[in-house]
């Protein structure tokens, strides 16, 4: 084993299954049902109840608020006191200020423990990449890489992590500002949808097209070109199905990558299907699909 914690604030999409059998660390993110109290992901409200609720509040825009200083403090303080070092995973900082909140509590943390070993990692990532990400923290501690090290290699494949994925409507992208480099408005009256690509650490068109299957279609074809590219083999590779609401669609969906995979020379024998978190779902709404693709790191 390593001679690290792995921590993750909550925008990874791991469930707490993976949380618990991977013993990460998880500061979970708050979201607000239209109105009244924040509620802490996971732990107040689970995804399945957020993506129900959703959909029976059509027009009703949820909203997210990221840890509090306070929550970071706490775990870093916890695993300070062990005498233990720790990486932890943020969601990139072009979407949340949970990079500098976590920032803020390590100096915090530093003034009472001032030989604190504990590396704060911009992911530039979020949603089920930032899980595979998170993951590649644990591989390297358990395959005994030290602290120092870990960090190295997993700077060295942040910039290959990619996000290629659609939507059901922009109109929560647009509310939640998270609009970015993606020109205008699209219509979802006349079932236009656009693909979205996610790289350093932000969102990029990638194209749209009339209805759903086509959407789908194109996102395949664009992850398609980027593997191409740049995977000779499916050993340096790591990949997920991130889905919200509908749980069937992405079985078929996961399909139809494991089809791509194959076509590639890439056959993978599992492609995991992840279940969106509520602190993502809050910017994209409840029918995001789309995959995330990673560099495995050197265990080596």
């Known amino acids: 084993m390593g001679d690290f914690v792995v921590i993750s604030d909550g925008s990874?999409?791991?469930?707490?299954?993976?949380?618990?059998?991977?013993?990460?660390?998880?500061?979970?993110?708050?979201?607000?049902?239209?109105?009244?109290?924040?509620?802490?992901?996971?732990?107040?409200?689970?995804?399945?109840?957020?993506?129900?609720?959703?959909v029976s509040n059509p027009g009703v825009?949820?909203?997210?608020?990221?840890?509090?200083?306070?929550?970071?403090?706490?775990?870093?303080?916890?695993?300070?006191?062990r005498g233990e070092k720790a990486i932890c995973v943020c969601i990139t900082e072009k979407f949340s200020n949970s990079y500098q909140t976590a920032r803020i509590a390590r100096q915090m943390l530093l003034e009472d423990y001032p030989d604190a070993q504990l590396e704060i990692i911009n992911c530039m990532m979020n949603t089920v990449l930032q899980g595979l990400y998170v993951l590649q923290a644990c591989e390297l501690r358990d395959a005994g890489v030290g602290f120092e090290e870990a960090v190295?290699?997993?700077?060295?494949?942040?910039?290959?992590?990619?996000?290629?994925?659609?939507?059901?409507?922009?109109?929560?992208?647009?509310?939640?500002?998270?609009?970015?480099?993606?020109?205008?408005?699209?219509?979802?009256?006349?079932?236009?949808?656009?693909?979205?690509?996610?790289?350093?650490?932000?969102?990029?068109?990638?194209?749209?097209?009339?209805?759903?299957?086509?959407?789908l279609d194109k996102v395949l074809k664009v992850a398609e070109d980027y593997l191409e590219k740049n995977f000779a083999s499916a050993d340096e590779l790591e990949i997920a199905v991130g889905y919200g609401y509908d749980y069937d669609e992405a079985v078929a969906?996961?399909?139809?990558?494991?089809?791509?995979?194959?076509?590639?020379?890439?056959?993978?024998?599992?492609?995991?299907?992840?279940?969106?978190?509520?602190?993502?779902?809050?910017?994209?709404?409840?029918?995001?699909?789309g995959i995330g693709v990673l560099r495995r790191a050197r265990t080596e």
Request: aromatic fraction near 10%.
């Open 12 to 54: 990874g999409d791991l469930s707490p299954e993976i949380y618990r059998e991977r013993d990460i660390v998880m500061i979970p993110f708050y979201v607000m049902l239209g109105s009244g109290d924040y509620l802490q992901q996971e732990r107040d409200i689970g995804t399945g109840e957020f993506y129900d609720w959703m």
């Open 61 to 81: 825009y949820p909203k997210s608020s990221t840890p509090s200083t306070q929550d970071y403090l706490r775990t870093f303080t916890e695993i300070a006191k």
């Open 152 to 215: 190295r290699r997993l700077m060295e494949i942040r910039p290959s992590g990619r996000i290629f994925f659609t939507i059901g409507s922009m109109d929560y992208l647009s509310i939640g500002g998270r609009i970015g480099k993606l020109a205008g408005r699209v219509s979802t009256a006349l079932g236009i949808r656009p693909i979205i690509t996610l790289k350093e650490g932000e969102i990029f068109p990638s194209g749209v097209c009339r209805g759903r299957g086509k959407s």
């Open 253 to 289: 969906f996961r399909n139809r990558v494991a089809e791509l995979l194959d076509s590639l020379g890439l056959h993978k024998d599992e492609i995991p299907i992840r279940h969106i978190s509520s602190v993502i779902a809050v910017h994209t709404g409840p029918y995001p699909l």
